[in-house]
């Protein structure tokens, strides 16, 4: 493997555990939305996700019922 492989190879791994990091942000504030214990401000400051995408979560995870 030469060094433009393992750069490559090196970015590809840090792209994935940001996607990683991102989609379990997303989980927990969802899971969060579902107790419905805190205000969207304050799940956006502990997701680190912006506020606009925890009312885009809140509005699709609205429509989800529980059995």
Do not use: V, W, Y
């Amino acid at each position: 493997m030469n060094l433009h492989d393992r750069d490559i190879t090196r970015a590809a791994k840090k792209e994935g555990i940001i996607e990683g990091e991102q989609r379990k942000a997303i989980e927990t504030a969802e899971n969060f939305l579902k107790m419905n214990l805190l205000t969207h401000e304050q799940i956006s400051q502990g997701t680190g996700l912006p506020l606009e995408q925890i009312k885009a979560l809140a509005a699709k995870t609205s429509h989800i019922t529980c059995t």
